[in-house]
């Protein structure tokens, strides 16, 4: 019998779409990037003097879902009521290919004039500052004084503080009590109790049910989380994205993630994919109906795994505790994303104006509330405690991550190349641990040659 092909090989074979087609087509868009980096770069220069009094067209890019896009077009809205000669048009879609899109902008100097964008974007498209400009130069419009100086450190790379981060995030477990309930005990706060909770849920509310699923490169989060807990060092250096974990010692994280697999605290991934296939788990039936009853995932994506349960499961969503897996706090925070104004803007005056509305002024700050997370800046994070506009889950689960960890992350580890869904190195290596093709010891090899393979210096 021929053994069932993985998502990940799946994926490279059915979704290999080529760069070239997406370049031409932004190109062709009548973008403002299309004009040469140079000149842009003088254009830029010369209006930060002043907003114009002359009609001005901005373009800007985010991702996210419904809630996240209804509050930015609500507030560019108000922007444009409030400055009647900028008109913003926006381009917006889900999450998934988004990266691969903006790459593909950057690379041709057609993206958008302001962008969100992941924090290792700058690592990744911008090492040198060649996309982004150095938002001191527009200081006079973007208010910096808002963000404290850790947080705009995280952004400042090569010199030049290229974005600002709307928000912070990190991971937090979130659990389903009216599963735990039918198990008849309580969300587990250590490994033992995580295992337990395992036997329990099989025991007692059958094969089908979970106290926990992880895709892949939530398994390789959680794998981090359990050997910075244990080891008190961060995966990488920070900087200069240096390895700190011997080849032990990832295979003994590898052999957690296993533990986990085989006490029936997680679904194998062969069995998911048998029956969502490339369905992310809130939108799996086994989410919805209560039989998957906890996730390890960002503070900020609270509202759509509470959101996506059935009627009969949704009053037991519950912010829950970060799990003692050792001595030391694992886990990391980081910029969850940012806002950057790319070099091929001619407005950089009016962008870091639109940005300043957005993520510091009331009118804008109280728009967008927390759908992009706890608002980073001081003043914006104060409008929208004011309006009422900070979700109650969000900000329990942000302030039990930020209360709790202390690891930096490095810029590589979120490499497109090492977690993309389906196709990445972190799914390949947990794949083939849940295919029986690998042995824990035997993957860390191939999750180590991934990650020499995108810069990472391996000791």
Same mark, same amino acid.
């Given at each position: 019998?021929? =053994?069932?092909?993985?998502?990940? @090989?799946? *994926?490279?074979?059915? /979704?290999?779409?080529? #760069?070239?087609? *997406?370049?031409?087509?932004?190109?062709?868009?009548?973008?403002?990037?299309?004009?040469?980096?140079?000149?842009?770069?003088?254009?830029?220069?010369?209006?930060?003097?002043?907003?114009?009094?002359?009609?001005?067209?901005?373009?800007?890019?985010?991702?996210?879902?419904?809630?996240?896009?209804?509050?930015?077009?609500? &507030?560019?809205?108000?922007?444009?009521?409030?400055?009647?000669?900028?008109?913003?048009?926006?381009?917006?879609?889900?999450?998934?290919?988004?990266?691969?899109?903006?790459?593909?902008?950057?690379?041709?100097?057609?993206?958008?004039?302001?962008?969100?964008?992941?924090?290792?974007?700058?690592?990744?498209?911008?090492?040198?500052?060649?996309?982004?400009?150095?938002?001191?130069?527009?200081?006079?419009?973007?208010? *910096?004084?808002?963000?404290?100086? #850790?947080?705009?450190? &995280?952004?400042?790379?090569?010199?030049?503080?290229?974005?600002?981060?709307?928000?912070?995030?990190?991971?937090?477990?979130?659990?389903?009590?009216?599963?735990?309930?039918? #198990?008849?005990?309580?969300?587990?706060?250590?490994?033992?109790?995580?295992?337990?909770?395992?036997?329990?849920?099989?025991? =007692? *509310?059958?094969? @089908?049910?979970?106290?926990?699923?992880?895709?892949?490169?939530?398994?390789?989060?959680?794998?981090?989380?359990? !050997?910075?807990?244990?080891?008190?060092?961060?995966?990488? $250096?920070?900087?200069?994205?240096?390895?700190?974990?011997?080849?032990?010692?990832?295979?003994? /994280?590898?052999?957690?993630?296993?533990?986990?697999?085989?006490?029936?605290?997680?679904?194998?991934?062969?069995?998911?994919?048998?029956?969502?296939?490339?369905?992310?788990?809130?939108?799996?039936?086994?989410?919805?109906?209560?039989?998957?009853?906890?996730?390890?995932?960002?503070?900020?994506?609270?509202? =759509?795994?509470?959101?996506?349960?059935?009627?009969?499961?949704? $009053?037991?969503?519950?912010?829950?505790?970060?799990?003692?897996?050792?001595?030391?706090?694992?886990?990391?925070? =980081?910029?969850?994303?940012?806002?950057?104004?790319?070099?091929?803007?001619?407005?950089?005056?009016?962008?870091?104006? !639109?940005?300043?509305? %957005?993520?510091?002024?009331?009118?804008?700050?109280?728009?967008?509330?927390?759908?992009?997370?706890?608002?980073?800046?001081?003043?914006? !994070?104060?409008?929208?405690?004011?309006?009422?506009?900070?979700? @109650?889950?969000?900000?329990?689960?942000?302030?039990?991550?930020?209360?709790?960890?202390?690891?930096? %992350?490095?810029?590589?580890?979120?490499?497109? $190349?090492?977690?993309?869904?389906?196709?990445?190195?972190?799914?390949?290596?947990?794949?083939?641990?849940?295919?029986?093709?690998?042995?824990?010891?035997?993957?860390?090899?191939?999750?180590?040659?991934?990650?020499?393979?995108?810069?990472?210096?391996?000791?």
């Amino acid at each position: 019998m021929s =053994k069932a092909i993985s998502r990940r @090989d799946f *994926l490279k074979v059915s /979704g290999a779409v080529g #760069a070239a087609g *997406l370049l031409a087509a932004c190109g062709g868009s009548g973008n403002a990037g299309s004009t040469a980096t140079s000149t842009a770069a003088s254009s830029a220069a010369a209006s930060v003097a002043g907003l114009s009094s002359d009609p001005v067209t901005l373009t800007m890019s985010w991702w996210g879902g419904e809630s996240r896009h209804n509050a930015y077009q609500e &507030a560019i809205k108000a922007f444009s009521a409030e400055h009647s000669t900028i008109t913003v048009n926006p381009t917006f879609a889900a999450w998934s290919g988004w990266e691969d899109t903006m790459s593909t902008k950057f690379a041709g100097g057609v993206a958008e004039d302001v962008c969100q964008i992941n924090w290792n974007w700058l690592y990744n498209y911008s090492k040198n500052g060649q996309t982004f400009i150095d938002l001191n130069s527009v200081s006079e419009y973007l208010d *910096l004084t808002q963000w404290d100086e #850790a947080k705009l450190a &995280a952004c400042n790379v090569a010199n030049a503080q290229q974005c600002v981060p709307v928000s912070m995030t990190g991971r937090i477990f979130y659990w389903n009590k009216t599963t735990f309930d039918k #198990a008849g005990i309580s969300f587990p706060t250590t490994l033992d109790e995580l295992m337990a909770a395992g036997k329990t849920f099989q025991e =007692k *509310l059958g094969d @089908d049910y979970y106290p926990l699923h992880l895709g892949a490169y939530d398994r390789m989060i959680l794998m981090v989380f359990y !050997l910075e807990s244990k080891y008190g060092k961060d995966w990488a $250096d920070p900087v200069t994205s240096t390895l700190n974990y011997t080849e032990d010692e990832i295979a003994e /994280g590898l052999d957690f993630i296993k533990s986990l697999v085989d006490g029936h605290v997680m679904m194998n991934l062969k069995t998911y994919y048998s029956a969502n296939s490339d369905t992310a788990t809130h939108q799996s039936n086994e989410w919805i109906t209560g039989k998957i009853a906890g996730i390890f995932e960002w503070d900020s994506a609270a509202s =759509k795994y509470s959101s996506a349960l059935d009627d009969s499961n949704k $009053d037991g969503f519950t912010v829950g505790e970060e799990i003692k897996f050792g001595d030391n706090n694992g886990g990391f925070s =980081k910029v969850s994303m940012g806002l950057a104004i790319t070099k091929t803007c001619k407005n950089v005056a009016e962008a870091a104006t !639109l940005i300043n509305f %957005l993520l510091n002024e009331e009118k804008g700050a109280s728009i967008m509330g927390s759908e992009c997370g706890i608002p980073a800046s001081k003043a914006g !994070l104060g409008y929208a405690q004011a309006a009422g506009a900070v979700k @109650d889950l969000v900000a329990d689960a942000n302030a039990k991550v930020m209360a709790f960890t202390t690891n930096k %992350l490095d810029p590589l580890f979120e490499n497109n $190349d090492l977690k993309a869904s389906g196709t990445g190195i972190y799914q390949e290596v947990f794949d083939n641990i849940d295919y029986g093709d690998q042995t824990p010891e035997e993957a860390v090899e191939t999750l180590l040659d991934g990650m020499e393979s995108v810069g990472y210096t391996i000791g």
